[in-house]
């Protein structure tokens, strides 16, 4: 992966954070998939595994924010 | 290599301007391409959608979360339970495409792949009307 590929992979992340930090939230998820995000990136492949480590966690944020209001 | 540029140009161009919701339909296509039996659905794709509908969702969440503490205007439920009619579709779209690409069912998992793009630009911009910015210039 090309330099310029891994600073937007970057870029993205931090904005992300930037709003959860801007909306009083603890930044650590956002620099979780900042760190994933990167780490995938330069490894070039993805194994079911590492596809899997991710899931569980999205398929919660899906849930959480579907539940009535 | 001169379209991969006019393309990066023109989605800063459009994060720049602020632009609307029908703007930011747009700007999640040019961002994941449309998938082909040329242009397949591989484990590396998968993942790039998954982690774009992980940023969308930590977005959406945030929304939710600062909504239920009052922090903003009194219209954000009503706004929520509008986007909600949307992102509950997201789940099974997902759940098929995981298993379609895990199969190599390239056939599917183009099908599903692009409704799933088209339904994250339907998000944004429906949150985009309620005011929010879930990730649509990323």
Redesign the interface.
């Known amino acids: 992966m090309n330099a310029m590929a891994i600073l937007a992979l970057i870029a993205k992340g931090l904005t992300v954070a930037d709003v959860m930090i801007s909306a009083g939230k603890s930044a650590a998820p956002a620099l979780k998939i900042v760190k994933r995000l990167v780490s995938g990136g330069i490894a070039g492949t993805v194994t079911d595994e590492q596809l899997e480590q991710g899931e569980a966690d999205l398929d919660g944020l899906i849930d959480r924010f579907n539940a009535p209001i | 290599m001169h379209r991969i540029a006019l393309s990066l140009v023109l989605v800063a161009s459009l994060a720049l301007a602020g632009c609307g919701p029908q703007l930011q339909a747009l700007q999640t296509a040019v961002k994941f391409g449309t998938a082909s039996i040329a242009n397949p659905v591989t484990?590396?794709r998968?993942?790039t959608i998954?982690?774009a509908?992980?940023?969308l969702?930590?977005?959406?969440?945030?929304w939710?979360?600062?909504?239920?503490a009052g922090a903003i205007n009194e219209t954000c439920?009503q706004q929520?339970?509008t986007v909600?009619i949307y992102?509950?579709q997201?789940?099974p779209y997902?759940f098929q495409l995981?298993r379609f690409v895990?199969q190599n069912d390239q056939v599917n998992a183009v099908v599903v792949f692009n409704q799933l793009t088209d339904l994250i630009g339907t998000i944004r911009a429906k949150g985009a009307e309620g005011g929010q910015?879930l990730?649509g210039?990323?």
């Open positions: 484990k590396e998968l993942r998954e982690d509908v992980t940023v969702f930590v977005g959406l969440n945030t939710r979360d600062l909504c239920e439920k929520i339970r909600q992102t509950i997201v789940k997902l995981r895990r910015n990730g210039g990323l």
